[in-house]
């Protein structure tokens, strides 16, 4: 079982749609979660952090932890063709490093 | 202030030989972290330097890819007698060490090994 697992992808939306993407984790010693956005051909850059359980919203954003679930999800509100990117999910306990899901492809078709 | 830089911004090499690639972190980050991303893939993780504690190499590949950072700033993955294999992205990120520890990532170093 790997330590971060994402939807395996390719997911599609609408323009205007809710796009919701999920990640889990293994590792119960988890505190802090990221997602992190990645245009094609360019390096990631991070979107959202979370370490409470419950949501966190900013702007068109939203995170979602559920710690004793070990889930934590993205989910993007009126989707824009602009959304269209890979999106990494990782986590990381207070001791050591962070750790990478292989990440879920987002199309958004106009 | 500056970002994460990384040299070169591309490298083409024949196989077999020694490759250097570097990275300048943020100034002030204590947490430095190389992954290696190929063509449509995720990142892989291969090495991650926090303060003066012991490096964890748990994600190097092969004994032919070793790191080092010097005085807790510039680091350099250096992959010797370099394979076809060994063609991919390979991205240098840098922290501040905490509870929301978001990694800052460079523009990375694209390696074709010919």
């Known amino acids: 079982q790997k330590e971060v697992e994402q939807n395996s992808g390719p997911l599609s939306v609408p323009e205007g749609a809710i796009a919701s993407l999920n990640c889990t984790y293994s590792?119960?010693?988890?505190?802090?979660f990221f997602w992190y956005r990645q245009y094609s051909g360019k390096s990631p850059e991070l979107i959202m952090s979370?370490?409470?359980?419950g949501d966190k919203e900013d702007g068109r954003f939203t995170a979602q932890l559920n710690k004793a679930s070990q889930y934590v999800s993205l989910l993007i509100r009126d989707s824009q063709p602009s959304d269209s990117a890979t999106y990494l999910c990782?986590?990381?306990?207070?001791?050591?490093?962070?750790?990478f899901g292989d990440g879920t492809t987002l199309t958004v078709k106009p | 202030g500056a970002g994460v830089s990384q040299s070169p911004s591309n490298k083409v090499t024949e196989k077999g030989k020694d490759v250097e690639l570097r990275c300048d972190p943020i100034s002030g980050h204590t947490a430095l972290y190389w992954y290696r991303q190929s063509l449509g893939q995720g990142l892989e993780f291969l090495i991650y330097?926090?303060?003066?504690?012991?490096?964890?190499k748990s994600g190097l590949p092969s004994d032919r890819f070793s790191a080092e950072r010097t005085g807790g700033s510039v680091s350099t993955l250096t992959i010797q007698r370099t394979q076809q294999e060994d063609s991919a992205v390979y991205l240098c990120?840098?922290?501040?060490?905490?509870?929301?520890?978001?990694?800052?990532f460079g523009p990375g170093t694209r390696l074709l090994v010919l």
């Open positions: 990120a840098s922290s501040l060490v905490g509870q929301l520890e978001t990694q800052y």
């Open positions: 590792d119960r010693v988890s505190q802090s």
């Open positions: 979370i370490y409470s359980n």
């Open positions: 330097f926090q303060g003066n504690s012991a490096p964890d």
């Open positions: 990782a986590v990381k306990t207070n001791a050591g490093k962070s750790t």
